[in-house]
């Protein structure tokens, strides 16, 4: 396996491993994803190898289309899938989370 894979069962495609090089070259090992090779990137994250980080700034704003068709599952009392289901079903335009 590449340099700081212990799987043995991963086999990484050229891209993939130029993209893990340059992350382990990186500082903290952060990098844009403009910087790097996308399909290299994306059998990365199909793999667990990475995962994608998102900062959100308190000024920005998100955009998050109705859902047509969600059927919220009744029979559970789960409290994150209560919040999901009123997001999703009072969200507009104008809508504060």
Do not use: C, K, Q
């Not at 955009?63 to 789960?78: E, I, Q, S």
């Amino acid at each position: 396996p590449p340099p700081g894979i212990s799987r043995p069962d991963i086999w990484l495609s050229p891209p993939a491993r130029e993209a893990l090089r340059a992350l382990s070259a990186a500082p903290f090992g952060r990098s844009r994803v403009s910087s790097l090779p996308i399909s290299g990137l994306r059998e990365l994250y199909r793999e667990g190898l990475v995962r994608l980080e998102v900062p959100v700034e308190p000024g920005d704003r998100l955009a998050v289309p109705p859902l047509t068709g969600f059927v919220m599952n009744r029979v559970g009392h789960d409290a994150m899938e209560r919040m999901l289901y009123d997001l999703f079903v009072s969200n507009d335009e104008t809508a504060e989370v």
